[in-house]
């Protein structure tokens, strides 16, 4: 074989493993994955850019932290003042606010501490409380854990030193901390995207929603690669531009379970 046909062979049996290497890793939060939504969304990415995304879910501290190391290229999260930490300290470029949903408050049919439809989630944990009503709790630093403690914090109540048998660390994502507090009967807050999801319900309702404290905003950052320099900077920021666009946002309102939409774009605000 000529030296023409030798590199020839050479380009076409690297040709598939340079294709392989088309990826973004994006770290993010077990909310995102766990209600279906990356199901929807990354297709329609990689269909136009041919980038695929390969996702890591963790709660939104974890995934942050994966942001610090440099193992992820793009982290898409909901805990603000985290992200706002994150990108102040310089490892994230810039956040973007893509779009939002809610929490709710989700307990057991028999309601012990009273609490179902009442919009006031601050009354509502202070109610659980003094009941020492059976309560299922993420614990694993992500954005809901953190949306949680700060709605403790609200009430009054310092969860950390009050907390008993009647609290339940489950240091899980959001589907296997709901699956405990199905199992319990317990209350527990959880995103209003992975409720509508989620199957295992038992005898489980939401008991709180609708309060503006409840809001949840997500952002997307790409990870600095002046941090670290194998961030895939071109490819990342490709992720961003397009979840932030007319068209990403089209499909993040499209995605809907039973008819109900499960997250609200907000980026042109």
Known sequence: MGLIGRIALVLLLAAPAYAQQKFITLASTTSTEQSGLFKHLLPLFEKKTGIQVRVVALGTGQALDMGKR???????VHAKQLEEKFVAEGYGVKRFEMMYNDFVLVGPKSDPANVGGTKDIVTALQKIRAAQAPFASRGDKSGTHFAELQLWKA???????EKGTWYRDTGSGMGPTLNT???????????????????????L???VEGDRRL???YGVILVNPAKHAHVKKEMGQAFVDW????????????????????FFPNAAK
């Open 70 to 76: 440099g193992d992820a290229d793009v982290v898409f």
């Open 155 to 161: 009430a009054g109540i310092d969860i950390v030193k």
């Open 181 to 203: 507090a199905s199992g319990m009967n317990a209350y527990a807050l959880a995103d209003r995207g992975t409720w509508l999801s989620f199957k295992n319900r038992g005898n």
């Open 205 to 207: 309702l939401i008991s």
């Open 215 to 217: 809001f949840n905003q």
């Open 243 to 262: 979840v932030i666009s007319a068209e990403g946002q089209k499909a993040i309102a499209d995605y809907k379970i039973g008819g109900e939409q499960l």
